[in-house]
């Protein structure tokens, strides 16, 4: 038999940094057009293994290019992404580009709009490059829901990228983008950016517009960054939040400078370290990875000292509950009416309902459905939906009160590193759990960055999670810039 | 919240949410939320008498704040023939469906 080790392929490719992109493109030393150019044709490389993107927006792309190119040849200040490539998760819609969300049920739709977060990348000079794969309706944890087929990991092809923003992180880690924008319901940014090992951003609910992001459970959706370093994650969440009259739970809390927030430095921060996300089930190389990270920490001037947050192992069972709920009413949208698949031959309405649903969505959007429809439906209310809803006031409560002794809580961000394509997908129990240490964030609310720390001994990617108090970003930039400069 | 769901509840619940399944289909997801609401009766375990529900997060102290409402004025919005377009079936001004009512 023949070694295991040398049959894997590795893509993992840096993307340059913003400053440099941006100088070379100020300077005119790196054309806008050209640099979209080498994407697309590093894409058409290195796409038919990994699977990445779903579709391909170049007349826009370059057209937004040789916009930048005049201005930066007129000398005229150049807005903050200009020139930037930037891939897009396709559960966020772009005027007259395919819109999938992973789904077949969405075949065929060219949606009339931009999402906010769409726009505001526009309006930044920001080059986007196109529409890129995910879970099914951002369902799951592994990629492998897509009705596209899954998502292969950079950094080893045998793996997953993790999910459901799988294709979003893989993006930043082949160079397939400079940047990404992906959705965390309950770790979907989090996580595949800690199986791919970049950094992704789950910001404050509310921070950053969901006007045209395909909705999967709406008090839980978040857009947010991945960018191969921390710094550039801030800048790119700079571009993106911000107060939108067209998404009711819009914050109208003013913007900071991230990038600069970033730039403080983590001295005499407090960083509390929760033991219940060190428990049973966590990977010991992971833990080992995390340890060091922390440790870095209070090298660089820390106060680290535990917290303790006693409900975290409800936190699985409230998600889903909450997350499939509203999931089963936000999918009753899909009925072959307004948009994408119909199913061909059906005598009446009802029928055409069930036969597109049942022809347009895979096996995992059907559990959740049939899962939330449960959950909701009569005599069962008070008893799942009603008490999971509860459970989630004391899980939120649990942090607050935890961020009045501390500025940050760091935890791993997935129980283990990236697993092999096919293992978990019999379990949905199991796929589950592995979102162990990302849904209480999404329950509560609060912000967080994934950012990478260390590998295991074959080479495979951890992420620390770095938690803080809502519309603190600001701190939680702090405390990743401070992990990603110990270089472990 | 131990109940065990049974085949009939699968199909009920697949009527509810517009979804059909087949045979094998409604086997597979009977195994599949016995096992899921097994492992979510774990939240009996607490004791949740008097806890407000949480439904947002916006209802939270020091959270990011309620959203603001924009007034309630008239604005244009997406062009009809643009939405029409993306409709498997239209007559250019109504969405066309399969007969409601058996006549």
């Keep these: 038999m023949s070694s295991e080790a040398n049959t894997t392929e590795s893509f993992v490719d840096k993307p340059k940094t913003l400053a440099e992109l941006r100088a070379g493109i100020a300077s005119g030393s790196t054309k806008a057009t050209d640099l979209a150019a080498g994407y697309y044709d590093r894409i058409a490389q290195v796409n038919p293994r990994l699977n990445v993107y779903l579709s391909l927006t170049k007349e826009r792309a370059l057209a937004q290019a040789a916009r930048v190119d005049a201005q930066a040849a007129k000398g005229d200040p150049l807005p903050a992404l200009a020139g930037i490539p930037v891939g897009i998760k396709d559960v966020l819609v772009m005027r007259g580009a395919p819109a999938t969300a992973g789904s077949k049920i969405l075949e065929g739709y060219h949606p009339p709009y931009d999402a906010t977060v769409v726009s505001r990348l526009d309006a930044a000079g920001a080059v986007l490059l196109g529409k890129i794969n995910c879970d099914e309706f951002a369902m799951g944890g592994s990629n492998e829901n897509s009705a596209y087929g899954p998502v292969r990991n950079p950094v080893d092809t045998e793996r997953v990228p993790g999910g459901s923003s799988g294709g979003s992180a893989a993006a930043v880690a082949a160079n397939m983008a400079a940047l990404t924008l992906g959705s965390d319901t309950g770790g979907s940014i989090r996580q595949p950016a800690s199986f791919c090992g970049v950094v992704g951003v789950l910001p404050t609910y509310g921070r950053v517009s969901r006007y045209g992001l395909i909705a999967f459970a709406s008090s839980l959706d978040r857009v947010g960054p991945f960018a191969a370093n921390v710094r550039d994650a801030a800048t790119l969440l700079g571009v993106i939040a911000g107060h939108d009259p067209k998404d009711a739970t819009s914050s109208p809390a003013p913007v900071e400078d991230y990038a600069a927030e970033s730039d403080k430095g983590a001295e005499r921060l407090r960083i509390g370290v929760p033991a219940e996300y060190f428990a049973a089930g966590l990977d010991p190389e992971v833990r080992a990875a995390i340890e060091s990270g922390i440790a870095a920490l209070e090298a660089a001037g820390c106060i680290v000292k535990p917290v303790s947050l006693p409900h975290t192992r409800y936190a699985v069972p409230t998600y889903y509950l909450i997350a499939t709920a509203e999931a089963s009413a936000n999918l009753a949208r899909f009925d072959g009416v307004r948009y994408g698949y119909r199913s061909p031959s059906s005598e009446t309405l009802s029928a055409m309902y069930r036969h597109s649903r049942d022809e347009g969505f895979g096996a995992e959007v059907k559990r959740r459905i049939l899962l939330g429809t449960y959950a909701l439906s009569a005599g069962y209310y008070d008893a799942y939906y009603l008490k999971a809803q509860q459970v989630r006031r004391l899980l939120a409560e649990e942090y607050l009160r935890a961020f009045n002794e501390v500025d940050a809580i760091v935890t791993p961000t997935a129980p283990t590193p990236a697993f092999k394509l096919g293992e978990k997908t019999g379990d949905p129990l199991a796929m589950y759990l592995a979102d162990i240490y990302t849904v209480t964030a999404s329950l509560a609310g609060i912000c967080g960055i994934t950012v990478p720390c260390g590998t295991t001994k074959a080479g495979l990617p951890v992420g620390m999670q770095v938690l803080a108090a809502h519309l603190n970003e600001g701190t939680a930039f702090r405390v990743a810039r401070a992990v990603e400069a110990a270089r472990i | ?103």
């Design chain 2, 1 to 103: 919240m131990t109940a065990k769901v049974t085949v009939e509840v699968v199909e009920r619940v697949a009527e509810l949410g517009h979804l059909e399944l087949a045979p094998g289909e409604s086997e597979r997801m009977l195994h599949d939320l016995n096992a899921i609401l097994d492992y979510v009766a774990e939240l009996n375990e607490l004791d949740t008498a008097g806890v407000v529900p949480l439904a947002q997060v916006s209802e939270l102290r020091d959270a990011s704040g309620a959203g603001v409402l924009r007034d309630d004025a008239l604005r244009s919005s997406l062009d009809r023939s643009e939405v029409l377009s993306q409709a498997p079936e239209t007559d250019q001004v109504f969405f066309k469906v399969p007969k409601v009512i058996e006549r």
